[in-house]
């Protein structure tokens, strides 16, 4: 069965054009609207019609968002920890130690290689379009697109802060506030820097963050992000004197606790592409963060 957005004209837009309607009144982008015109996966009353057409009351739209699509990305077996999955889109609990996508250092055995695995054994002609990414040793949910329509839709909601991202981390020490919110912002120190600075003419960052939990070596945080900037956790809990556990980056390799930054996202929120239905979703700890905890724990509370 097709996938398909459906929509009924009413009499006030009657005699416009069909691109009109699509880009002005229903918010699809110009480039997903061409695409579909060309490819023939514009129909009204059941016909295929060009751009041009001119619309009257009562016509019945109907798009095909799905198209046959390929990506230079070779397909690989791999155990998905797979959260939600719906025509559009697919929500995956991506495990510590691997990339998103191929890069030149890491061309194989990424999340897109399972990915792609996954669609092509499902019959499914779709390529991966990220949503959101997490760095190699964050683990956590990743949304992924499965039409063009759908990361136009989550692109949108994700520029209109409608995409909300919650995240667990370890820290060291205590933070001064139980609950408090991070506004300092964040860049580079020179272009070449993968390393991330606070900085007075930095990019705008926002990090919100709650205690939940205080043991004697450490505390268990839960964290919000409102802005997206690279690293931006991590440069924030550094700075404030609260590095993650084991962020080599911006604290120190501690592989008698852990052989990754104890920073797992947990948690994400938006609203579906097609329905609008607020879609929640979460995911528990993984293994070796539960691991570091025991370690770390014996409950106390905080020094006053």
């Not at 995409?163 to 919110?181: C, N, R």
């Not at 802005?227 to 931006?232: A, D, L, P, S």
């Not at 938006?270 to 879609?279: A, M, V, Y």
Request: hydrophobic residues 30%; proline residues 4%.
């Amino acid at each position: 069965m097709n996938n398909k957005l459906t929509y009924y004209v009413t009499n006030e837009y009657n005699g416009i054009k069909i691109r009109d309607y699509l880009k002005d009144i229903k918010g699809l982008s110009g480039r997903f609207i061409k695409g579909a015109g060309r490819g023939g996966r514009i129909k009204i009353n059941g016909k295929e019609v060009k751009l041009n057409y001119i619309l009257n009351d009562g016509d019945k739209i109907e798009i095909n968002v799905e198209k046959e699509e390929s990506q230079n990305i070779e397909p690989e077996k791999m155990d998905l920890d797979i959260i939600y999955e719906d025509k559009d889109l697919i929500v995956v609990n991506k495990i510590p130690g691997i990339v998103v996508h191929p890069t030149k250092s890491h061309p194989s055995e990424t999340l897109a290689n399972g990915l792609i695995y996954h669609f092509r054994k499902n019959g499914e002609k779709c390529i991966v379009r990220l949503v959101n990414r997490l760095d190699m040793d964050t683990s956590g949910l990743v949304i992924i697109a499965k039409n063009q329509f759908a990361h136009m839709s989550l692109s949108y909601a994700m520029k209109n802060k409608e995409i909300e991202k919650s995240y667990l981390a370890i820290v060291h020490g205590t933070p001064k506030y139980d609950k408090a919110t991070i506004n300092l912002p964040i860049d580079r120190p020179t272009m070449d820097s993968i390393k991330r600075e606070v900085m007075e003419n930095g990019k705008k960052s926002i990090t919100h963050y709650e205690v939940l939990e205080y043991y004697s070596k450490g505390s268990l945080i839960k964290l919000r992000l409102e802005t997206g900037r690279t690293h931006q956790i991590r440069v924030h809990l550094s700075h404030i004197g609260n590095p993650i556990y084991g962020d080599c980056l911006y604290g120190k390799k501690e592989y008698e606790y852990i052989k990754r930054q104890a920073l797992h996202a947990y948690r994400i929120a938006f609203p579906h592409p097609k329905t609008g239905e607020r879609i929640e979703l979460e995911c528990d700890l993984p293994y070796d963060i539960k691991k570091l905890i025991y370690k770390i724990s014996s409950k106390t509370t905080p020094q006053v």
